[in-house]
């Protein structure tokens, strides 16, 4: 029954977002907010449903049987409902009508809020229409097996379990921002409090995106067994693309609704980010890409996919030539202000986002010319989008403390002497301890310019206003601090991370020795054990270094369920990074020989550290209680005071 | 005692690795730099640094090997890409299709500057000879 009930929800919610689509389009913004909201809760219910037959492993379920096993744990069995294709659609579903809902309620009334329940309803049901015709989740099955395949168990992980949620908030996320630009081509009201009104949206889709790609990357870095975190694989860089649209998008944003410039640009990246989710989802779900993470791949849902990215496009961008040549193009500036900074951040993350796009299509295109299959990895993203993002990183402590329209830059630069003198002593740091690697020490130079210029920024914002003057200074002055605190750690572990990681493979016999980086690892032997469901092999290892002595038990496990083995690393954190062994497989014609994988990876919590921090600013602007304020149209084109720079003294 | 483990532990690890390095750093430096670039024909998008496949081991093996006979990094390359194809590659070639690849990112910023750039300049200009004052009004 309860898989009927789902289907009748789903097929319910999508009635009601047809009439959502329908009274938006009509411009009666409170039926349609009303339509929305119920479909809204139609389509939680139906996730709910499915849920149900996951917790209850109803193996008449397709899904269910395909994706769940008995013996399996149960917040697994939960996770597991959108730990596959049809089930993941179904969250796409429902966060993009839980999106469309709380616009609902919170958006002030009028035919912009119409028309973007208009849009978010078209949207919704053409995914909804996708998943009731192309993947549905509840699917009976005429003959139900005794027991089910289980999850893949590489995916039987908790960082994996939030991974599609958080992704999913940030790429459906984009989908009414996606909707509110395209209502305001259509109204002709792309401004400034256009631009007030996309900015939360914006923020908390490209927030929530971060946190999902840093799940996936620390999920990659324990899981898979391979160390590395990022590996500039098509699907990771499918992820990535709207990222960094998201990241201009975020920028340029505001340069939009301080001063009504860049409304057109603005307007554009608001409509593509939502257009690269969906290419995203294309690249992951058709197959069409060689990629580790190809797990749920079928040919004539990509078509669709595809079908479906060639619609949106087609219908945005058709709407953007219509309209955006009648945009005005705001007041004029100078190349040193904040907007010439904001402009240089939006050349450079669109390049980066153009070079990812071409990298991960090139193969593609060469293979449809010439039949040939070529690889484009990380020495081609490496090598381009590093001196790239070098270049940017240089801008934000400057950037920071710039006017509007015009800014002076020697005080600006006079004020981060302190900061730049600290990023070159860093440099030399690092030179001495990681000799040679070049990378590093610019990586390092950069990270420490970042923070420092931030703070020192920070600090001219408080002035001599002490405590008090931090506290009144506003949530997106803080959001916006600590994401570039947040990027600058960030820069600082990766650079050190992949340039410093030192790593190594052996087989050894029970009772052998190996060496790696001053540790001294002793191969115990081999011992069988067995979880819930699965088999293990657990290695004792006890590695010394100097007086300090652990001992670590990475395993190899099998999944008979699923027919799988998989590698759970063993890791010892430190402050300087993390020691990390992978059981590899026992040696041919060598019985009581296993293949161990060591290496220790300096500095990797500051990888994921800086990551969160990037999100947690995103959140933090996203709750700024400023852009809750309407701009008025006669509002003259000024900003409050702590943004805009002091007069040098 | 320490004198005997000291004798004992290398020929112990000599038998124990399986991936011997080469004796010149830099000579291991670069085997493992290019180990890193080179796709495990056996794995899913895993380079033959990182997998722990048997054929991985011995892709390895060939890569230090060569470079120990004194072989060009580009040699090694090629040499991989004549037997598994261009595929084995991570880092696509500068030659023909390639130019446009390896270009493509510092051409387009470059285009994108210079168009930034002559779009400024020209709306400065109409700024100045007074046809649109330079706080226009936001009617929007």
Redesign the interface.
């Known amino acids: 029954m309860i898989a009927e009930l789902g289907h009748l929800l789903t097929v319910l919610a999508f009635g009601l977002t047809l009439l959502a689509a329908y009274h938006g389009f009509s411009g009666r913004d409170e039926l349609a907010a009303r339509a929305m909201g119920l479909s809204a809760v139609a389509a939680i219910f139906g996730l709910v449903a499915l849920v149900m037959a996951f917790i209850r492993s109803d193996f008449s379920v397709e899904l269910v049987a395909r994706h769940s096993h008995s013996l399996k744990p149960f917040f697994y069995k939960i996770a597991g409902a959108w730990g596959n294709h049809e089930g993941s659609m179904l969250l796409w579903c429902v966060i993009m009508l839980g999106y469309g809902a709380i616009a609902g309620a919170v958006m002030a009334p009028g035919r912009l809020k119409a028309r973007a329940l208009g849009v978010q309803g078209a949207l919704a049901a053409l995914s909804l229409a996708y998943l009731l015709f192309a993947s549905s989740p509840f699917t009976r099955l005429a003959d139900p097996p005794l027991d089910g395949n289980g999850l893949n168990p590489l995916l039987q992980d908790p960082a994996l379990a939030f991974h599609p949620p958080f992704l999913y908030l940030g790429y459906v996320g984009f989908s009414f921002v996606f909707s509110i630009a395209a209502a305001g081509l259509i109204e ?5 409090e ?1 631009a007030r009104r996309v900015r939360p949206w914006a923020l908390f889709a490209w927030s929530a995106l971060t946190i999902g790609i840093s799940l996936g990357a620390i999920w990659a870095y324990y899981e898979l ?4 975190w990022w ?1 500039w ?2 699907v990771e860089n499918a992820s990535f693309m709207p990222w960094l649209v998201g990241a201009a998008l975020v920028h340029s944003l505001i340069v939009t609704q301080k001063r ?1 410039s860049m ?1 057109a640009w603005t307007v554009l990246l608001a409509v593509l980010t939502f257009c690269l989710s969906i290419l995203g989802a294309f690249l992951v779900r058709s197959g069409v890409l ?3 993470h ?1 797990f749920a791949l079928d040919p004539e849902r990509g078509a669709l996919l595809l079908a479906g990215l060639v619609i949106v496009g087609v219908f945005a961008l058709g709407l953007y030539a219509w309209r955006a040549p009648k ?6 500036f100078d ?1 040193i202000s904040r907007e010439g900074a904001l ?1 240089l951040n939006n ?2 993350l ?3 986002a ?2 990812v796009l ?2 991960t299509l ?1 193969p593609l295109v ?1 293979e449809a010319v010439s039949g ?9 993203f490496d090598m ?2 590093a001196p ?1 993002m070098a270049i940017l990183f240089l801008a934000p402590p400057a950037a920071q403390s710039f006017a509007w329209r015009k800014a002076d830059l020697t005080p600006v630069l006079k004020r981060l002497i302190i900061a730049g003198a600290l990023a070159i002593a860093a440099a030399g740091a690092t030179f001495i301890l990681l000799a040679g690697k070049l990378w590093a020490v610019l990586g390092v130079a950069i990270g420490v310019w970042l923070i420092a210029g931030t703070i020192t920024d920070l600090l001219r914002r408080i002035g001599g206003g002490g405590v008090a003057r931090a506290f009144a200074l506003s949530a997106s002055i803080w959001g916006m601090t600590i994401a570039h605190i947040g990027l600058g750690v960030f820069v600082i572990g990766a650079s050190v991370e992949v340039n410093g990681r030192v ?7 029970p009772g ?4 790696l980086d001053n540790w001294t690892f002793t191969f115990n032997g081999v011992q069988s054990d067995e979880g819930p469901n699965y088999f293990s092999q657990v290695a004792d290892i006890t590695a010394v270094k100097g007086r300090r002595e652990m001992q670590l038990a990475p395993q190899k496990r099998f999944y008979p369920a699923a027919g799988m083995p998989t590698t759970e690393v063993a890791i010892r954190k430190s402050l300087t990074g993390d020691l990390y062994v ?1 059981l ?2 026992e ?2 014609g060598r019985p009581g020989a296993w ?1 161990l ?1 060591v290496s220790f990876n300096p500095m990797i919590d500051w990888v994921f550290g800086g990551a969160g921090l990037i999100a947690l600013g995103g959140f933090m602007a996203f709750a700024s209680k400023r852009l809750r304020q309407r701009v008025e ?1 006669d509002d003259p ?1 000024t900003v409050e005071p702590d943004l805009v720079a002091e007069p040098a003294e | 005692m320490k004198f005997l483990a000291a004798l004992i ?1 290398p020929l ?2 000599a ?5 011997q ?1 080469l004796d010149d750093p830099q000579a291991e430096a670069r085997a493992q730099a290019l180990m ?2 080179i ?1 495990c024909v056996a794995c ?4 033959i ?4 496949s ?1 054929i991985a ?1 011995d892709m390895r093996k060939v890569v230090r090997d060569q470079i120990a006979e004194g072989q060009s990094d580009a040699e090694v390359r090629d040499w991989f890409a004549q037997r598994y ?9 500068t030659d023909g ?1 390639g130019v446009f ?2 270009m ?3 051409a ?2 470059i285009y ?2 210079v168009m ?1 750039f002559l779009m ?1 300049r020209s ?2 200009r109409t ?1 100045r000879s007074g046809l ?1 004052p ?3 009004d ?3």
């Open positions: 002709g009201q792309v401004g400034r256009w067994g391979w160390g590395g590996f694989d098509p009504g409304a060689t990629s580790v190809a945009l005005e193009a705001g007041p004029v190349p402009i050349l450079f669109s390049v980066a153009a070079t071409v990298g090139y060469v040939e299959k070529i690889s484009v990895g990380s020495p081609y381009t989008l790239l790593e190594r493979t052996f087989a050894l016999m052998e020795t190996a060496e992978a590899g497989d040696v041919r293949t994988r149209v084109i | 532990i112990i690890m038998a124990g690795s399986v991936d390095p890193r670039e796709r899913e998008n895993e380079p640094s990182q997998s722990a048997e081991r194809g261009d595929f084995v590659l991570f880092r696509p070639k299709g690849l390896w493509f990112p510092f387009l910023l994108a500057a930034l400024m709306r400065a700024a649109s330079i706080d226009a936001e009617e929007n």
